[in-house]
């Protein structure tokens, strides 16, 4: 048996150190906040659509073939369908209420391109409801499908459709589910910085931004008080953190359970991931005054690509990469109105 000298165990100290050293500088790397800058920047001209439909809050927006659907949770109905090339309102469904196929607290929304389903979530209910946009067009009155969950840890807090029968949750503090309604599949944990005590972390996470691209295979996550941005990939009923890239440092003060963010630069104000590319408009400043006019092109890890500037405080988009448009909620005289405009 060979039994180890000083000498030897110098030498694994050293090397353990240098490892350990090495580890900490590129988790430091890793975490460096670094403003993106984005060479190639372009002025757009924006249409409006339609100015007359009175919005209160809009938070999702898609397009599927001419249509425009628009997402508002805090009108009666919340879902809305427009022409997506003249604007003129077509239909609304999604009513809020106690009964069935009606919605108790509306949260979020998404959206099946492949089937042409809409999925409106309800954390009343702890339940999806669904139907089908051709169907609305159609008759006005779609069959509603109310989809409930067996297994409650998928649907706690905010939920969105992802393809074929899974979903993704968020709990609102730390975990990310990936499941179908009998079961999870896969989970993944929102690391907090390293320089950031996690509860504080978790606390502020429930009010971040996330957006699911169109294929369903990528997942991303971005935080308004500060700019970090969480890239995943979800393949093989696998959820998979790509990448992180922190543009912009939090600055949390807490006392007792007051959070003061006074001191922080802001981050993203909305987010949209294609098939091919991440969106979103980013405040990079403290304590702003109005939403963004600009609106950011990343590639997939996060890198800057362009930066358009629409000229209006946007509020949402939605991206028609084959047609190049944009698509938003802009504020126009105070009011929200929806635009688009050329790429």
């Given at each position: 048996m060979y039994v180890y000298s000083l000498d030897d165990m110098k030498v694994v100290v050293f090397i353990f150190l240098i490892v350990f050293l090495f580890s900490s500088c590129k988790k430091r790397e890793n975490e460096n906040y670094e403003a993106p800058i984005f060479i190639n920047q372009e002025y757009l001209d924006v249409e409006v659509i339609n100015d007359d439909f009175m919005f209160k809050a809009i938070s999702f927006?898609?397009?599927?073939d001419s249509l425009l659907i628009v997402g508002d949770c805090?009108?009666?109905?919340?879902?809305?369908?427009?022409n997506k090339n003249s604007g003129d309102f077509i239909v609304s469904e999604g009513k809020i209420g106690a009964g069935p196929g009606e919605l108790v607290i509306p949260t979020d929304i998404s959206f099946d391109h492949k089937n042409g389903q809409i999925f409106i979530h309800d954390a009343g209910k702890k339940a999806f409801i669904s139907f089908d946009i051709n169907d609305l067009i159609a008759t006005g009155k779609p069959v509603i499908e109310e989809i409930r969950f067996d297994n409650n840890q998928l649907v706690i807090n905010h939920s969105y459709y992802l393809q074929d029968s899974l979903f993704i949750s968020r709990n609102g503090l730390e975990e990310i589910v990936l499941g179908t309604k009998n079961q999870t599949i896969d989970q993944a944990l929102?690391?907090?910085?390293?320089?950031?005590?996690?509860?504080?972390w978790k606390?502020?996470?429930s009010n971040s931004l996330v957006s699911v691209n169109p294929k369903g295979d990528k997942f991303i996550l971005g935080t308004t008080i500060g700019g970090v941005l969480y890239i995943y990939s979800i393949s093989q009923n696998k959820i998979t953190l790509d990448t992180t890239k922190y543009f912009y440092k939090p600055v949390i003060d807490r006392k007792g359970s007051i959070f003061n963010f006074d001191q922080s630069?802001?981050?993203f104000s909305n987010l949209?991931?294609?098939?091919?590319?991440?969106?979103?408009?980013?405040?990079?400043?403290?304590?702003p005054t109005d939403l963004p006019h600009d609106i950011c092109k990343f590639d997939y890890s996060g890198n800057p690509v362009a930066r358009y500037n629409v000229g209006h405080p946007v509020a949402t988009i939605a991206i028609d990469e084959k047609e190049h448009h944009i698509y938003m909620a802009i504020y126009k005289d105070g009011e929200l109105a929806l635009a688009k405009a050329s790429f």
């Open positions: 927006i898609c397009t599927y805090f009108i009666n109905p919340v879902v809305h369908v427009f929102l690391k907090s910085p390293a320089s950031f005590d996690p509860l504080d606390m502020f996470l630069e802001y981050g949209y991931i294609s098939d091919y590319y991440i969106y979103g408009s980013i405040f990079g400043q403290k304590n």
